[in-house]
């Protein structure tokens, strides 16, 4: 298996609901992220795990909070959001370090 | 600030010439670079990866270059066919545990 596979890939919240997006990888790679991409931009990095520990969060808002619990799952649960919050949220995964790193094809959030 | 630019936004080219981005790189020096294509909706796809001790790679019509005195990195689409129009990310990521930070973006659009 050499696939990211994200789930769901469209989904519509309003800014009261609690959503969760999940990430779910089989090619042992140790090493996950989640990104925000909006339109005609790059996507920005939002947190990576390493060896399922949060090492790095990009100073994201509160109402974004990651967890991996286990080497082959990612989740993003998602609470009191905002409109300029709705994007396109990508997860990846890669070995450690000096590998590519494989995209899932993202889900397409629209807060409302 | 360390930067990773893409400064042609846009490039069209006619089908069966070679598509040439170019990637330029300010204030630090990346261990490698890697290139992702992206089609709209979707995540990116790793293409190539090259190390600062590497001048050139390929793979298949693709080609790679990484000159570390011009602080730049060029990517080729050779025999270039519609079906490679697509938006081409470069991505930077110094050695160790650093993530991927992406440039911008060249929208390639190959006219038959």
């Known amino acids: 298996d050499t696939e990211v596979t994200q789930t769901p890939k469209h989904l519509v919240m309003g800014m009261t609901n609690k959503k969760s997006l999940k990430c779910e990888q089989h090619?042992?790679?140790?090493?996950m992220y989640w990104y925000k991409q909006k339109a005609k931009k790059p996507p920005e990095l939002m947190f990576v795990?390493?060896?399922?520990?949060?090492?790095i969060n990009e100073s994201v808002p509160s109402r974004f909070s990651p967890e991996c619990p286990n080497s082959s799952l990612l989740n993003l649960h998602l609470h009191a959001l905002q409109p300029e919050d709705s994007a396109l949220y990508l997860c990846?995964?890669?070995?450690?370090?000096?590998?590519?790193?494989?995209f899932g094809s993202g889900t397409r959030l629209t807060v409302v | 600030s360390q930067k990773i630019e893409q400064n042609s936004e846009a490039l069209n080219i006619q089908e069966g010439k070679t598509a040439t981005l170019t990637c330029n790189y300010t204030?630090?020096?990346?261990?490698?670079l890697q290139w992702y294509r992206q089609d709209p909706g979707r995540g990116p796809v790793f293409l190539l990866l090259?190390?600062?001790?590497?001048k050139e790679k390929r793979k298949e019509r693709l080609k790679v270059t990484f000159d570390t005195t011009l602080k730049q990195s060029l990517f080729h689409i050779t025999a270039s066919q519609p079906a490679d129009s697509a938006t081409y990310l470069c991505?930077?990521?110094?050695?160790?545990?650093?993530?991927?930070?992406f440039g911008k973006g060249t929208r390639l659009s190959v006219i038959a």
């Open positions: 795990y390493s060896y399922e520990k949060l090492s």
């Open positions: 090259i190390r600062e001790n590497e």
């Open positions: 991505a930077r990521e110094n050695s160790g545990n650093t993530p991927l930070v």
């Open positions: 990846a995964s890669s070995q450690v370090t000096d590998y590519g790193y494989t």
């Open positions: 204030n630090y020096s990346p261990a490698y």
């Open positions: 090619m042992g790679h140790r090493a």
